[in-house]
C-alpha cells in the first residue's frame, strides 16, 4: 500500500526519445529485441496497488504448455472502440484531470517475457506483438512497434488507432507527437510504477523544454480500472529452491558478497527488483511467468537481514526453509513501498540501481528521506546539536549505482558451468531425436505445419532429464517466414513445413541446471546456388566468431564484425545483433554483455560469461538462415599475453550438426572445413552416448567429415 | 587586438580531464597520438596580441631541412629555475593574481605541428616531446606527458619539476592535482587563446564543483612575458596557390558550397580557425610550420564576402591575385577579435564550430552579442517594438556546429586522388632507390646512423618531381628503438642501423599534389622465428583491413579488430590506432575519420576518404613492426546491396615491397598468399617504369612471388 495521497500527481516533463532510449536495459540490444528498433519510450508496465490486492487462484504446475495452447488464452480484442470510450472517460475525472495516457508492454520488473495480468498495451489496443506503447488521448490513439511487428499491428489495430512505425524515417517518437498534437500545457499521466527512476528523473530534467506537463497517476491504472473483471488473475505459481549442485554457491556466501559490496559502496541495504537478479541470488526459481523461471518478488538486502517480498502463496514449506536457514524473511508483494518508506525512516542508505528500479519505489525512498531531515531539522532546533549527529552520518542518503547482481550472476561459476554443459548435451539428444523425425516424416509426404513441428519438438524436450519450459517461443519458420527475424507461427494461421524450401528453427529448453538456445537452418530436398552461398557465408561469420581470440575486457561489439566480414564481402548484411547474455537455469536473454553493432554497450567480456553466436542473413519474402550456438567465454591460454592480461576465447556448448548440403564447400578456407569437421567430431564423441537406435544412426549420418578437394 | 578591458579576468572552473578528453579532436585519437595516452588538459596555446605585433623576419623558402638541422635549432634550457622564478614573480602581481598557471602545447589552432614561437610549454619545462602540458604554482611546477615521452622528460626535466606520468595508474589529471594542492579558493590562469570553446564551457559548468577559480588572462601570456627577446620570431614564409589540377575545385565553387550549407543552418558567417581547413578552403599553401604546408591565419566567410586574417608579407601577388578572383579580403591576423565583435555588431548569426575555435573568440562574439541586445533594449525603451523587428531576426545568435570543412576536405574529389595517386608512385620510387641504396652500404659494412639514414632518404625525395617537405619527423629506428612508438632519433644521441637487428622507417613527404605516409621494418641480416611470426601476424593484420568489405557509413573502428585479430591469436597486441586519415597534399593527420580501438569516433567511412593501414607490434628493448600503406575508400562494387545501401572497401596508394624474408610462409593462408603476390606484381608493374639501373633490379628482386608448399 502506498503511503502516498491518493491522489497525488506530480508534473514530470515528457522527455524525447534520443535520451531516454539510453535507459532501456542493455537487454534490449540483444537480439529478443531486433537492435533496429528499440522502443522509445522506456515506460514499463506497472502493478497498480489494487491488483495486488485482488483475489488468489490456486498455484498452478510447472509445466510448459504448446505455444498452440498459451496463444489461445490471449485476449480477443472486439470492442475496441467501447475501451477507448471507457479510457477516455476516466480523463476528466476531478482527481485525474489529464489529456493523454501512455500504456507501455512492460512489468513493474522490467522483464523480457510478462504474465497476462500486466499485458495492458495489449489489453487496450488489441495488439499482442511484445514490444510496443500505446498512447491516447482524447481523441486520438496511437500505437508504437517496431520493424518486426508492422505487418502483425495493422492486422490487429481497428481503425480507432494511428500505427506508428517506430524506425522510420520521419516518424515521431510518442513524446515528440504528444508535444505535437497536445494543446499547450497539456498534462500526460502515467503509472509510476510505468518508468524507471533513470527515465522519470529524465523527464524531470526536460519538463522545461516542452510545453506540457506530464503527471504521476499513483493510485490508478487506468487500464485495469476498465479492465476489471475479466482481467487475468496474477500468477501464483509455486516457487522450488535451485539445487546447490547447480547454483554451485549457497545464499548465505552469495549475501555475504553482497553485503561487503554494501558496505564498501557505503549503503546498508539494498533494493532488487529485476526478478532473474532476486532469483539467481536467493537460489530460486519460480514460474510466474512463461519461459523464464523466475517469480514476482522484490528483494530487499540490509548489512543485518534480508526480506522477499512475494506472494506467500507461492512459498512451499522447502522454500521456507531455504529461506529461513539464509536469514531471509517472507513480507507480502504490496508491502515494498512502505518498507522502503520504513528503510528511510530509520534512516538506512539505500542502494538503487536507478536504471531498473520503479519511479514508484525510488521516490518513496526519496520522499522519506526528505521526511527524515526535516524531522531533524526540527528535532536539532529544539536540541541543538550533539556531537554524536555531527561526527556520524546524519541521515539516510541513498546510493545510486548499477544492481553488483548482474555482473556476479553474468559470470558462471563451476557448478552454473557445468549445468549449462549437461543440459546442452541432452538438449542435442533431444534435437537429433526431433531431426531425424521431422526428416522422416518430410520424406514421407507427411504435411506438418510450423506449430505442430514446434510442439513435437517440445514433445522430445519434455523427455530430457530436468526439462522445465521452454526458454522462449520456438521460431519454427519454413521459406519466407524465415526471412521475418522474430516469427512465431500462430495455430491459426502458420504455414506448411516446406519440403523445397529452408527451414529455419530458432529454439530453447529450460532445464533445472541449465538453459539453450540454438538455432539451425535446414532444407530437406536441394537447395538453390544463392542458398548455399548465403547459408556458407552466415556459417563463415559463426567459425569466425566462435574462433576469436581477443584481450580481456574487450567489449562484445569489437567482435561483432568478425561474425558479418564474410557476408559483407558480397554486400550482405543482417539487422540484429549476433550475441546475447544466457542464464544459467534462467532467463534465455540476460546482460550485461551482448555482441552487437550497437555501440553502446562497453561491458567487457571475461572468463566465465555465455555468450550466444548467432549471425544470420534473410531475403524478404524467400528464406532466412540463422546458425546459433551458445559459448563459453574462457580464458585462450596464449603462448603471449601482451599488456600483461589475459586473453580470451570461447568453448562451444552446443553441439547439434550444421547441415552440411547447405555448405557450398568451394568458398571456405582449408581452416573453415578443419573447423566444421572438428566440431561435427565433438558433435558425434558428445552426444552419441546418449542415442540410440535412429537417432544416433541420423547423428552418425550427419557428423561425417567434408573434403575440400 | 583585444576590444576587452586588458585587465579583464573571468572566472571559471577547472574541469577533470575525463570530461575535458571528449573536447580532444578527434585527430588525437589517430596514430600521431599514442591512443592510450591522450594528455587530458584540453589547452591550446595561444597567441598573444604582443607576440602578433612582434617584428617581421624575412620570409623563408619552401625548402625541407633535414631532421638534424631543424632539431638544432630547439632551444637549449640551461636555466630552468630562473624561468620559473620569473614566472611565480608575475603570479603575484596586482593585475594577475594567481596561484598557478597552466602551460600547454598547443598554438591557438589546434596545430598538430606548430611553430617554435608557440613552444612555450618546451621553453618554461625544457621538455621538447610533442605532448604534455605543464602546471606551475608558486612552490610547485609539474609536468604531464604520455608514455612515449616518459623517458625522454626523465632526462629533460630539472629537479624544479615532477614528472606526472599521464594514463599511469593513480597519477592525477592537471585539474585534479591543482585541486588538490591549491589551498581553497585558489586562482588558477590561462590564457584564454589556449582553451577551445567547448573545454571554456565545460569548465564553467563544473567550477561550482571544485573549491578553485579559474580566470582568463586575455593580455598576459605569463611565458611570452619571461621569454622576451630569445623568443623565435613568428614564421612569415610565403603563402603558394595550390593549383586547380591538384585542387580539383575552384574557390569559388567551394565558397559558394559553403554559403549554402550557412543558409541552411540559418547562419550568415562562419568563422574557420583550423589552419588545414583554410588551406583547403582557399586552395592555398603555407610554409609556416614544418610538415604541414599551411599558414597561420584565421578565416571568415560570410554569405557576401570573406576575409582572411593573415600576416600581410606572406601573400605573394600570385596569391594576392588568386584571392581577388574568389572574393576573399585580407586583413591583418591580429585584427580577428575587432571583426568578430563587428560582425555581432551588425547582427550577423555566426557559425561557430566550438570544438576548435579558442574561447578568445567565441566569447569575444558573444559579449559583443550581449551588447548588442543590452543596446536593443534601450533602443526598444525609447522608440518601441516596430513591426519590422518583430518580424525579421532580432539580433545576432551563435550557430554551434561542427565545422563543415572537415568532412568536405576529407572525402577528395576526382583531381585530389589523382594527386595522392601519382605523388605515391614518385615517392615509391624514392623509397626503391633509397632501400638499394641502404642494403647496399650495410653490406659493405658503412656505419650509418639512423639520423644519416633519414638524411639520405630525403635526398632521394627531394629529387622527385614537386618535393616539397617531410610530412612528419622521420622515425628511423633501429633494433630496441623501434619499439619506441614515436621515436626520434636525434643527431646527438641515435642508433647506427645495425645489420643483425630489425630496422623500422616510417617517413612521409609532402608533394604538390599529394601528401605520403609509409611504414616498412626490413631486417638486413637474419631475422629470428620470433620475428617472423610477429612480423607475418602484422602483415596478416593489414592484409585484412586491405581486404575488408564493409557498409557505407561503418565508423572505423568496427575495422580495427580486423587488423588485431591474427595477434590476439596468440597473445599479443598494440598500443596504438589502426589507421588516421591523411590530407590530399595538406596534413598527414587529419579527422574526422581514425581506424582505432578507441570507439568514441563515430565518424563514418566514405567513399574518397583516405586512410591509413597501420599495424604493428612493439616489444620492449628489442624490437619494432609495423607494415603501413595508405588506402583510399571506395565503393567495392558487390554484387548485393543488402539495406539499400552501398559496400565500401579500399584501392592501395602505397606501392612499396613489403620484406618477404620476414614473412613465415607456413601461417599464411592461401588467399594471403595470394594477396601479397598480387600487391608486388602491382608494386613492379606501376613502379617500375619510374625507375632505371640498379633500383629497377632492386625493384624487381623485391616483387618476386612466394609460393607456398
Redesign the interface.
Known sequence: MHSLPSQAIRPLSLSSSSSTSLYLRSISSTFSVSPFFNLQSPVFAAISSRLRRSTVRSCSSITAKPSSEIRRTRPNNDEPDSKLRALRDLFSKPDIGIDAYIIPSQDAHQSEFIAECYMRRAYISGFTGSAGTAVVTSDKAALWTDGRYFLQAEKQLNSSWTLMRAGNHGVPTPSEWLADILAPGGVVGIDPFLFSADAAEDLKETVSRKNHKLVYLYDYNLVDEIWKDSRPKPPRGPIRVHDLRYAGLDVASKLASLRSELKEAGSSAIIISVLDEIAWLLNLRGSDVPNSPVMYAYLLVELDGAKLFVDNCKVTSEVMDHLKTAGVELRPYDSIISAIENLAEKGANLWLDTSSINAAIANAYRSACDKYFIRLGNKRKGKGKTSETSNSQVGPTGVYKSSPISMAKAIKNYAELEGMRNSHLRDAAALAQFWFWLEQEILNGVKLTEVEVADKLLEFRKKQDGFVDTSFDTISASGANGAIIHYKPEPSDCSVVDANKLFLLDSGAQYVDGTTDITRTVHFGEPTTRQKECFTRVLQGHIALDQ????QDT?G??????AR?S???????Y?HGTGHGVGAALNVHEGPQSIS?R?GN?TGLHSGMIVSNEPGYYEDHSFGIRIENLLIVKD?D??????GIG?LGFEKLTFVPIQTKLVDITLL???EVNWLNDYHSQVWEKVSPLLEGSARQWLWNNTRPLMKS
Open positions: 576469436a581470440v581477443f584481450p567489449p561489439f569489437v567482435l561483432d564484425a568478425f566480414s557476408l559483407w564481402k558480397i554486400g550482405l548484411d539487422r553493432f555501440f562497453m585462450a596464449t603462448p603471449n599475453h601482451f599488456g586473453y578456407s582449408v581452416e
